[in-house]
Structure formats: structure tokens, C-alpha cells
């Protein structure tokens, strides 16, 4: 205010004085007071007009950081909501690990890889193996597996009902990301349009880069209908082997329900001592649908009869029993395995899990079993039911559970060359070669009848079971490899040698994998 009032000042004093004095012709003359006074005027309006703009730039400056601030908020904020959308996959997983996480590969992403399980749990578990595999060589996102609903046994179990999901995404994070869901653009795009196939079973990495590869950039999103068996046995280099095992043996934990369930079955048979895993395929449906009736009755035989035909998608309805018997196509009878085991010398009083449903005929086909082994049990009589309820109407978290046990067992016998016999043999190989006795199904059928018969003695008999199976013991073996006859040779995931110690080396896991153990 008072640089405003003596500006007025010099303006009045200014106007009145400046022409009081003139030259000799008359003019009016400046006096020099009244011109440094106007040069002080001047320069007093440049400072205030200078302080103006300088003001004005910096209301200017002030609003422009506040638009800064406020677009960057909102930034954060879409980013905030892009990674929520994307189910963590960035975050750091919900579950707390005793081990630091490794570090994330940052690799370009070609594209959005979804799957379809099909099959049963470890037809579903070598399927997802091979796809975490093909998504990391593929350099693409691999979406969370859908397990088989459709199948045989109706179970509805999701992922993450049977495998720790935010331990399969954390510890794969190093190999290949790994999302819950599709992100929301690439979910919209493919509610509208989605490119599903199925992968040509047993092939090698050459057809997924040069046919899969590109069709995923080009669609952006590609879903696998079939998961099973789509990766060749061998022909595929040995880190994309060693990835498969890396899955299989350390990735895929079971969920912790099953998980903690699983270890106190296995606490309450250790308390116990020692045990053998009897995986004993004698359910209802694998009889109706081997065709093998040994040692049912009429009666028996025609209900598996029906059933087999019940079921339009099983082809094959008309099964000479005998001969597929005497080819050693057959599981085993409960008879059968119990004269094996005997003469095999397994010891009377180890225990006997039977890793398996419902044996077909009950009590009377169990009978000689547990007259030769009278410590059988099954995870139902070493549980209170409350314990089991939750998995119960779950057939596939149920096999969870004797997936684990027969993993962790003294001695594993299948009698019956299924998935989980071959993934469990392979497990157990991995384990530094626990005891898996491989039985030789017509071996033992021959040697069975002619015991019965009375053509050998029991001697006899034990003698030859022995010999039959000296090299049968899961112990370290080349993998057969049948160029062009895949079904033929033997499954990678039975023998995984790319990924096998030597039996006098220590067994090898991933750092993490080792700290986790010993927490």
C-alpha cells in the first residue's frame, strides 16, 4: 500500500512541476530534479510490473505440480487396480514362505497360454508338468490349470482344492509367470472369441515352436482342451526335461488340508514302524473295464458285465478274460498279490496300506490278504472320520492322500501299471531309489497256477518269484526308447533319468526347495 501511495505521489508532483522552467525561446525547459524523478518513477512501475509476472509464473508453477500430483495419484491408482485384477500375480503371494522367493524372469511375453486337465490326478499332474514346461520355452503366461470335472469319478476339485496354488506361482516365478486368471482385456477378448485345440500327443519341442508358438501370437490367447501325454518321452533337451522333473517332484505341493492330513497318516504308520504301500487295483471300475474277472462269481461277473456296457464312451465290450489274464494284462486279484508277497519273503508283520477305493467283493476278497498279512490298513481305519469328511465325496483329493503315503513309504508295490504307479515309481527314483517292486504280472499268473496246481512246490515257487523280480526293485535302469511307438516305451515321468543322482550322490533340490524342507 505505501509503494502504491508514493507512486501516486510522483505521478501528481510529476504532472505539476515537470515544465516550471523555459529555455530563452520560450519553450518550457525540465528541470533535472524533476527528471531523475521520472527515471525513479519508471523504474519503480518496471519492479512492479516485473513482481506481477513473477507472481503470475508461479501460480502457474503451483497449479501445474498440482495437475502432476493428481494425474500421478490416479496413475498409481489404475496401476493399484490392474495388479489386484491380475490376482496377485505381481504381488507377493498371500502364503509366507521360509525361504526368500527367487527372483521373477522378466522375459517378453508372447502370449496367454489357458489348459484343460483331463483325466484322473496324476494323469492331470504329468499334463501340468508338460504345460508349465511349454509355457516357460514358449515365453508365454501360463493361466492356472482347470482340473477335469467331466470325468469317471465326477469330482468338481479346482487347483487349488488339491495343489498350495500361491506355492506352485511363487516358486515357478524364476521359470515362467504364472497368472490365476487371464487379465481383463485378454479375459473380455476371449469370452468373445477363444482359439481352443488340443496339442498332438507326444511331440517334441519342434512342433511347439513352429506351430503352437505362432498361433498363440497370432490369437493372442490359445486354450489346450488335452493335457495328457502332449510332450514326447524322449527327443527333448535336457533342460526342458529337467523343468518337467523341477515341476513334478518340487512345484506341485499338495494343498495344505492334504497336505497336513497326509503327513499324519504317514506319522501314525511311522509310530508304528515300517510300511508297505500296496497300491491294489481292485475297484469295481477297473475290473469292469479291464474285463478281468478272476476269481468272481456268476453273479459278479454280470454286473461288471453291465457296467462295462453301460458306459458308451469305453470301446472295448467284448474281453476274453483268460487270455488277457495269462498275457499279464490283468491287475492282480487280492489272492494273487498276497502268495506274492509271501514269496517274495515281504515280512508278515510289516504293515499294509492299501493305497486304493473300495476293493471289489469286500471282506471275502480281502480274506487271504489279511490272513497273510494281518497289520492291513487303509487311511479310513487309521483316521477318525471327522478327519476325512472334508475329502470324502472328493476322489481325487482322496488319491491325493495316498499319492503322499505311497511316496513316503518303506515299499511301494502296484499291482497294476496305472498313472499313479508309474508317477509314484518315478517319485521314487527321484527320492534317490526308495524300494518299488515292479511286479511282472505274467510271471506271476504262470508261476501262480502252476503252485496251484501242485506242478511246483512252495520253494519252487518263492525261488522263481525271486528270480522273477532280482531286477524289478526300482533301482536305476536306461529308459526304454521306442522311436515311433510312443504307448510302447517307457514314460518319462516312471523313469526321469535326466533328472536322477547317482545312487552314491546326494540328493540334489533347488536352494529353496532344501530350505523349505528343513523349516
Known amino acids: 500500500m505505501n509503494l502504491i501511495r508514493e507512486l501516486k505521489k510522483l505521478r501528481m508532483g510529476y504532472s ?16 533535472p530534479y524533476y527528471s531523475k524523478l521520472r527515471l525513479k518513477y519508471i523504474s519503480m512501475v518496471k519492479a512492479e510490473k516485473l513482481k506481477s509476472l ?40 498371500k502364503s509366507t514362505f521360509s525361504y526368500p522367493l527367487p527372483p521373477e524372469r522378466v522375459y517378453e511375453n508372447n502370449g496367454y497360454l489357458m489348459v484343460s486337465s483331463n483325466g484322473g490326478l496324476n494323469q492331470m499332474r504329468s499334463g501340468i508338468c508338460d504345460m508349465v514346461t511349454v509355457a516357460r520355452f514358449l515365453n508365454v503366461t501360463l493361466i492356472v490349470p482347470e482340473l477335469d470335472n467331466t470325468s469317471f469319478w465326477n469330482d468338481y476339485s479346482q487347483f487349488a482344492d488339491i495343489f ?69 518321452n524322449n527327443g527333448i533337451p535336457e533342460e526342458v526335461q529337467k523343468l518337467r522333473c523341477r515341476v513334478n517332484y518340487e512345484a506341485l505341493r499338495f494343498a495344505p488340508p492334504l497336505q497336513a492330513l497326509a503327513e499324519k497318516i504317514v506319522r501314525v504308520l511311522r509310530e508304528k514302524g515300517p510300511f508297505l504301500v500296496l497300491h491294489l487295483r481292485y475297484e469295481m471300475d477297473m475290473i469292469a473295464f479291464s474285463g478281468c474277472n478272476e476269481g468272481c462269481n456268476e453273479q459278479e461277473i454280470d454286473e461288471l458285465t453291465k457296467m462295462r456296457y453301460a458306459y458308451p464312451w469305453w470301446k472295448e465290450k467284448v474281453i476274453d478274460s483268460e487270455k488277457k489274464r495269462l498275457a499279464g494284462l490283468c491287475p492282480l486279484t487280492p489272492e494273487e498279490t498276497a502268495l506274492t508277497l509271501q514269496a517274495l519273503d515281504i515280512d508278515r508283520n510289516i504293515q499294509v496300506y492299501i493305497a486304493a477305493g473300495d476293493i471289489y467283493g469286500g471282506e471275502r476278497r ?18 477318525p472320520p471327522s478327519d476325512l469328511d472334508p475329502f470324502r465325496n472328493h476322489s481325487n483329493q482322496m488319491a491325493a492322500l495316498d499319492y503322499y503315503v505311497a511316496v513316503e513309504s518303506d ?4 499291482t497294476n501299471g496305472g498313472n499313479m504307479a508309474k508317477v509314484v ?8 531309489f526308495k524300494k518299488t517292486i515292479l511286479l511282472d504280472r505274467k510271471a506271476i499268473v504262470d508261476l501262480v497256477d502252476l503252485y496251484r ?34 504307448k510302447e516305451e517307457d514314460y518319462f515321468y516312471t523313469n526321469p533319468e535326466e533328472c536322477l543322482a547317482n545312487v552314491d550322490e546326494p540328493l540334489q533340490v533347488s536352494d529353496h526347495h532344501q530350505q523349505d524342507a528343513e523349516a
Open 411 to 414: 515299499i511301494f508295490v502296484p
Open 425 to 432: 515309481e518315478g517319485h521314487r527314483r527321484y527320492l534317490r
Open 366 to 383: 480281502l480274506a487271504t490278504l489279511r490272513a497273510a498279512y494281518p497289520n492291513l490298513v487303509k487311511k479310513e481305519t487309521l483316521l
Open 54 to 93: 513473477i507472481l503470475a509464473r508461479i501460480r502457474v508453477a503451483r497449479l501445474k505440480l498440482w495437475v502432476t500430483r493428481a494425474l500421478t495419484m490416479m496413475l498409481l491408482w489404475a496401476i493399484a487396480m490392474q495388479l489386484k485384477s491380475l490376482g496377485g500375480a505381481v504381488s507377493s503371494p
Open 453 to 486: 496246481a501242485g506242478s511246483i512246490s512252495w520253494e519252487e515257487f518263492s525261488s522263481e518269484m525271486k528270480e522273477a523280480h532280482a531286477d524289478k526293485m526300482g533301482k536305476p535302469a536306461k529308459r526304454l526308447a521306442i522311436p515311433g511307438k510312443p
Open 16 to 31: 505539476e512541476a515537470r515544465f516550471e522552467e523555459t529555455d530563452e525561446c520560450g519553450e518550457a525547459k525540465e528541470k
Open 164 to 232: 498350495d496354488v500361491e506355492y506352485f506361482i511363487a516358486s515357478l516365478r524364476d521359470e515362467v509367470r504364472i497368472l490365476k486368471e487371464l487379465p481383463p482385456a485378454q479375459k473380455k477378448k476371449a469370452a468373445e472369441s477363444l482359439f481352443s485345440m488340443p496339442p498332438i500327443s507326444w511331440s517334441n519341442m519342434t512342433y511347439y515352436y513352429n506351430v503352437i508358438l505362432p498361433r498363440i501370437q497370432t490369437h493372442e490367447v490359445v486354450h489346450f482342451q488335452k493335457t495328457d501325454a502332449r510332450l514326447a
